[in-house]
């Protein structure tokens, strides 16, 4: 065998993961929106509109996750992220009707973009693009759900994606491959919380990235749970600086706009904390119950023109209580007993 020939083998363009996966062909109606809990946890997108290639860095124990966007589009966003949560609703619905799934999604964009509450004209569908090929360009390092071994997984919100159309231009259907870490954590049924459809309405990336946080923290808890501000902050991934996110969160906290709970300023000495409540009336099942009242609490906070990095304590790694927020339960007891 000639050098050229050694040399086109080894360089050979690799198949296509869609040669060996069977399609899953996105035949249901209406499914309820669910959320993978990991994505709801860890800060895995950017919350800004404007686009960002700063990476996030983010540590808890022996948990990181790192994020990077590409300068040509950007990182994904929280408004990409609905794509998502629209294959993860798809994926547990066709389950309970006893369907196979598959990372090979084969789907028509008004499909998608009806089920996460958008128009379906031209526009959205341009949009939608922008937010696949961020989705394909962003890449993500962790050591969530890493196994018996400690090992860093590192992957592609969407491996590949691809649109089909007429020769006329026409676009009939559309096709992408979700990857292997984000699959297997919605198969798992423990990893995957019901959320309201009223979450697409929400136009900002703080209040979308905080209904988050209280789905996968407050649950319908009567107690909720509380957080410190700075830990939010850090927690988010956010750019923007504290004072501005702070401003934020007081002018989220006058709105009230959070489906299916209610957020509550409170302040300890110089702290300032954000108590998150379910409604008495909350409509969103949880399918198994959360972690129990607490804060979680940045040990060391660093940032640098590049990187955001945080560090938490064994004990903090998924928004278990401090030490000193604890006093703050004990100092009212009287009035509210936490579980």
């Given at each position: 065998?000639?050098?050229?020939d ?110 996460i ?9 341009l ?33 590949e ?45 703080i ?44 002018r ?5 706009p ?82």
């Amino acid at each position: 065998m000639s050098r050229d020939d050694q040399h086109r083998r080894t360089h050979r363009p690799e198949a296509s993961e869609r040669t060996r996966l069977d399609p899953f062909v996105v035949a249901t109606g209406d499914a309820s929106p669910r959320d993978q809990r990991d994505l709801m946890e860890r800060p895995f997108f950017s919350l800004a509109k404007t686009p960002r290639t700063k990476p996030i860095l983010y540590k808890a124990a022996d948990v990181e996750v790192r994020v990077y966007g590409m300068p040509q589009h950007g990182m994904a966003t929280i408004w990409d992220a609905d794509v998502l949560i629209w294959a993860a609703s798809q994926i547990v619905e066709a389950e309970n009707h006893g369907l196979a799934t598959s990372r090979f999604f084969r789907f028509t964009p008004y499909q998608l973009l009806r089920a996460i509450g958008r128009p379906t004209g031209n526009r959205q569908y341009l949009l939608l693009k922008a937010a696949l090929a961020r989705l394909q360009s962003t890449v993500i390092a962790t050591t969530i759900r890493n196994g018996a071994h400690w090992r860093r997984r590192q992957f592609s919100w969407i491996n590949e994606w691809e649109e089909m159309t007429t020769r006329a231009g026409r676009v009939e259907g559309m096709e992408f491959v979700l990857p292997e870490w984000f699959y297997n954590g919605v198969v798992d049924r423990s990893l995957v919380l019901t959320i309201d459809a009223a979450y697409f309405r929400l136009t900002g990336g703080i209040e979308r990235w905080l209904y988050r946080v209280a789905r996968k923290h407050a649950g319908r808890q009567r107690h909720g749970w509380l957080f410190e501000f700075a830990h939010l902050h850090a927690k988010s991934g956010s750019l923007a600086r504290f004072s501005d996110f702070a401003l934020d969160l007081r002018r989220i906290v006058a709105r009230q706009p959070l489906p299916g709970y209610q957020l509550q300023i409170e302040r300890e000495n110089r702290r300032e904390l954000l108590r998150i409540q379910p409604d008495e009336q909350f409509t969103v099942p949880v399918e198994r119950h959360v972690n129990p009242i607490g804060t979680s609490g940045a040990r060391t906070i660093g940032t640098s023109d590049a990187t955001l990095f945080i560090e938490e304590s064994n004990r903090e790694s998924n928004s278990s209580s401090l030490t000193r927020t604890r006093a703050i339960h004990g100092a009212t007891a009287g009035r509210r007993r936490a579980p």
